[in-house]
T-cell receptor, first 118, second 114 residues
Framework: GAGVSQSPSNKVTEKGKDVELRCDPI?????LYWYRQSLGQGLEFLIY????????KSGLPSDRFSAERTGGSVSTLTIQRTQQEDSAVYLC????????????????FGDGTRLSIL | AQSVTQLDSQVPVFEEAPVELRCNYS??????LFWYVQYPNQGLQLLLK??????LVKGINGFEAEFNKSQTSFHLRKPSVHISDTAEYFC????????????FGTGTRLQVTL
């Protein structure tokens, strides 16, 4: 079966531009997570969705970052007015669900979007 | 709050030798523990997880890990490594009460050479 799909795989843009990153989770997975992987900070949690709502967005680094999920499926992470420190690999993961019943379920990761800000 | 410490940023090892990658965690609540592997330009792949029960868990590719509650450790081991095991390995924890975010360690680069 298909895994988590992320697009684009690579994105190069100029400082100050807006970018949109897309994640298509595994079919039937209601929980979706965004992480950022950078050299200086390692793997950081950004936000997670249960269905279309985001119970925890505590990891979003600034108000330039936003994410949405529609139809309980595809999610987009938007970064406005990009800065060079936004350069990183953005990883998306999905799992069957959240809440105590699903707490032992692993997260399945996509291959990431490598974002480079010039 | 939770934290995960991977004490070794890099571990060089010869092929067919045993290896241990160390992981210690800190948490005020019960956690589940995971090891993920990341090959170049790929996402993270689950190697194994500890949920409850036997403290020795076996995963894919011949890896195993042992949970030690008193030492708050979850070290990863393999008795004989292959060149193809060269990758970045991440230890992670998550609260047992809710399937929310993973907290990761900084990773250990395993470099296997002939």
């Amino acid at each position: 079966g298909a895994g988590v799909s992320q697009s684009p795989s690579n994105k190069v843009t100029e400082k100050g531009k807006d970018v949109e990153l897309r994640c298509d989770p595994i079919s039937g997975h209601t929980a979706l997570y965004w992480y950022r992987q950078s050299l200086g900070q390692g793997l950081e949690f950004l936000i997670y969705f249960q269905g279309n709502s985001a119970p925890d967005k505590s990891g979003l680094p600034s108000d330039r970052f936003s994410a949405e999920r529609t139809g309980g499926s595809v999610s987009t992470l938007t970064i406005q007015r990009t800065q060079q420190e936004d350069s990183a690999v953005y990883l998306c993961a999905s799992s069957l669900g959240t809440g105590e019943w699903y707490s032992n379920q692993p997260q399945h990761f996509g291959d990431g979007t490598r974002l480079s800000i010039l | 709050a939770q934290s995960v410490t991977q004490l070794d940023s890099q571990v060089p090892v010869f092929e067919e030798a045993p290896v241990e990658l160390r992981c210690n965690y800190s948490s005020s609540v019960s956690v589940y523990l995971f090891w993920y592997v990341q090959y170049p330009n790929q996402g993270l792949q689950l190697l194994l997880k500890y949920l409850s029960g036997s403290t020795l868990v076996k995963g894919i590719n011949g890896f195993e890990a042992e949970f030690n509650k008193s030492q708050t450790s979850f070290h990863l081991r393999k008795p004989s490594v292959h060149i193809s095991d060269t990758a970045e390995y991440f230890c992670a924890v998550r609260n047992t009460g809710t399937a929310s975010k993973l907290t990761f360690g900084t990773g250990t680069r395993l470099q296997v050479t002939l």
